[in-house]
């Protein structure tokens, strides 16, 4: 019979990652605690060690929009709105 694969969180990943990273104790014994592979446990290692500067680079360089250019269409879709409705109170 088939052994159905685990998917592991985000979260557990990043934990065992760490406990890896900290060297307290071998893959060996990490695998045996968590029951995840060693060589899973040195691959999630690895992302972790290579993704690390992503951490700390400045929140406004290319994450995405800024606060004003995501508010923008919002206020103009509410200012839309308020005119369709004071325009069917008008007509009711």
Not at 6 to 23: D, M
Not at 50 to 71: D, M, N, R, Y
Not at 75 to 91: A, T
């Amino acid at each position: 019979m088939a052994i159905k694969r685990k998917r592991h969180s985000e979260g557990f990943k990043a934990k065992v990652a760490l406990e890896a990273i900290k060297g307290i104790r071998t893959a060996g014994q990490l695998a045996s605690v968590f029951g995840v592979h060693p060589t899973q446990i040195a691959h999630w290692k690895r992302l972790l060690m290579e993704g690390a500067p992503s951490v700390f680079e400045k929140e406004g360089g290319g994450h995405g929009k800024t606060e004003e250019e995501l508010t923008a269409p919002l206020f103009e879709q509410i200012g839309r709105l308020q005119v369709e409705v004071d325009w069917l109170k008008k007509k009711l």
